[in-house]
């Protein structure tokens, strides 16, 4: 897999598939923070530091393969273009803080782009490894597998009191961030997503927008994640996240289900409304396309319409970012340029699937 190709696909292939809850939950991922105990953290380690850890990952791990994650491909920050940084990004691969470093940082990412791993970043290791739908309990179990298969190789910066020792005080202990992509519209609809977020909070959880920490929660899309990581199990933080993820399904079908008893036109008039925006408008920005594709994907779940794919949501939130649109395009475009050229592109995609 070339830098290339992780360019040309806006939908990773693992996010094709379908699993438990897909109806609501987009995608699980598990993120580990790792550190060598031989070398300062990155935040004042020093460039040859820096340049023996990413050395160290091209030399051990470069088109190597661990079970279903095959041939990981280094791809090096300073040989990347603006544009290119935003497209790894958009797809979730890289972190908006690794694509701001120029030089000594990388990524380590897997051909089904279902791996990535973080190099020199805020620590010297950040292990990502996503599924779709709800598997959060699976993607515990391969993230754990991979972390031994690097631990065989590298020393972790380890204290038997705290446990892994991270960059941020916020991450001592298991190093681990779980969380869950989720898509709930009914529940934004209602405002009562504004009333549980407190409620989820003091359960030392927190709801992030589409793109983490500081983003909006774009499409009605929100991440939901464990702040806590120090003083509970791996098991325990998925656990408790599972939890609650469960409720919000479970509170998210019956929002659903009142919608349509009570206001079953107006949700359909609202849902065939947006559908028609995104097939005949000449002029769109990314807030309006967010909000009309977060439409057609409730209409579509809900059997409203049946001839275009679940996945079109995943696929057209990712294609109509700016990183995207410029890629697709080939030069820098403008915003008045981007909302034209993103306009264009929805139709055309949806376009598509109603010849097919």
Known sequence: MSLQQFMNEAISPWMKQEGPDSDIVLSSRIRLARNFSQHPFPIIASEETLNKVLEF???????????????????QMKDLQ????????????????????ADKSASLISQNEQVSIMINEEDHIRIQLYFPSFQLDQALEQAS??????????????????????ACPTNVGTGMRASVMMHLPALSMTNQINRMTPAINQLGLVVRGIYGEGSEALGNIYQISNQITLGKSEEDIVEDLHSVVKQLIEQERKAREALMTRSSIQLEDRIFRSYGVLTNSRIIESKEAAKCLSDLRLGIDLGFIDHIPRT??????????PGFLQQYANSTLSPDERDVRRASLIRERLQLENEE
Not at 61 to 71: A, G, P
Request: aromatic share 12%; glycine share 2%.
């Open 312 to 321: 079109i949501l995943n696929e057209l939130m990712v294609l109509t970012q």
């Open 145 to 166: 597998q991979l972390d031994d298969w690097l631990e065989e190789k590298v020393d972790y910066a380890f204290d038997e009191k705290r446990g892994y020792l991270t």
């Open 82 to 101: 603006p544009i290119e940084k935003r497209v790894l990004v958009e797809k979730h691969l890289i972190s908006p803080h690794l694509a701001e470093k």
């Open 57 to 75: 990952f091209q030399e051990e791990f470069q088109k190597k393969s661990f079970r279903d994650y095959k041939d990981f491909e280094l791809v």
